[in-house]
């Protein structure tokens, strides 16, 4: 182990050898046992420790108060959540509105997939078409503008 080692383990898990990863705990006190300067290095960092315990922190008895009332600012919601809170209104007289003008629209949907997924015997592969085809060609070229006058 180095001193580099050292220093970051004390940094990361205290001066307390208990706090220390039970893998490397007994080669770090090992090390600490036979290097002067990993022993002052940890006694810093005690005096260190002793020192921040001494602060006292000022009291904010008002502080609580103040960051519980304050106003939240505004949310950046998507656009699928606006459309969401447009179809469904939290309140209840939105709610009132939307909800049986949205269970009228339900056949209305179910036909258009029922529609797509099924032809229901119509199929491009009929021979048909192209008789229509042929039709819808002759009746464009008539003339249909009959002069009454």
């Not at 002067?36 to 260190?48: G, P």
Request: proline share 5%; aromatic share 12%.
């Amino acid at each position: 182990m180095t001193i580099e080692e050292f220093t970051k383990l004390v940094e990361t898990y205290g001066t307390e050898s208990g706090q220390w990863p039970e893998s490397i705990r007994e080669e770090c006190l090992s090390f600490l046992a036979s290097n002067v300067e990993a022993q002052s290095l940890l006694t810093q960092h005690q005096e260190l420790n002793e020192l921040m315990n001494k602060i006292e922190v000022p009291e904010f008895p008002s502080l609580q108060s103040r960051v519980l009332n304050q106003a939240l600012p505004e949310q950046d919601r998507s656009l699928f959540d606006q459309i969401l809170d447009w179809l469904l209104p939290a309140n209840n007289f939105g709610k009132q509105i939307w909800r049986p003008a949205m269970v009228a629209c339900l056949p209305l949907v179910f036909g258009i997939v029922i529609g797509n997924f099924f032809s229901f015997g119509i199929g491009m592969e009929n021979d048909g078409f192209s008789y229509w085809e042929d039709e819808l060609t002759m009746l464009s070229l008539n003339d249909y503008s009959e002069n009454l006058f």
